[in-house]
């Protein structure tokens, strides 16, 4: 069964870090990036930051270029978001989703409608 589980959210004070981690298990076959998306309720879900199935390849949005970080571990079980010099508009359900690409060095996060598999989402509330 393919699964996402993430952790690591909570409080933080502008101006600081929290690393959240995306559980990636049941993947056994093919190749899947893996991507970050938030939401703020309200408001349409986002993409933040997206890696490919090897890992040497990431994108980001604009929003969070510079402080945001993904990658992923060796035996690509685990997918990290290090997120730096946090503002309050970083506040919301962080998820992170994968979504089929034919080769592993594919950086392929195409939208909320174009992943096929969810975690249920951490919440990051940036305040002070």
């Known amino acids: 069964q393919r699964q996402l589980v993430e952790s690591g959210g909570g409080l933080v004070q502008p101006g600081g870090s929290l690393r959240l981690s995306c559980a990636v298990s049941?993947?056994?076959?093919?190749?899947?990036?893996i991507g970050w998306f938030r939401q703020v309720p309200g408001k349409e879900r986002e993409g933040v930051a997206c890696?490919?199935?090897?890992?040497?390849?990431?994108g980001y949005a604009d929003s969070v270029k510079g402080r945001f970080t993904i990658s992923r571990d060796n035996a690509k079980t685990t997918v990290y978001l290090q997120m730096n010099s946090l503002k309050p508009e970083d506040t919301a359900v962080y998820y992170c989703?994968?979504?089929?690409?034919?080769?592993?060095?594919?950086?392929?996060?195409?939208?909320?409608?174009?992943?096929?598999?969810w975690g249920e989402g951490t919440l990051v509330t940036v305040s002070s």
């Open positions: 989703a994968a979504a089929a690409t034919r080769i592993g060095t594919a950086v392929y996060c195409p939208g909320p409608s174009g992943m096929a598999y």
């Open positions: 890696i490919s199935s090897r890992g040497g390849n990431t």
């Open positions: 049941g993947f056994t076959s093919g190749y899947y990036s």
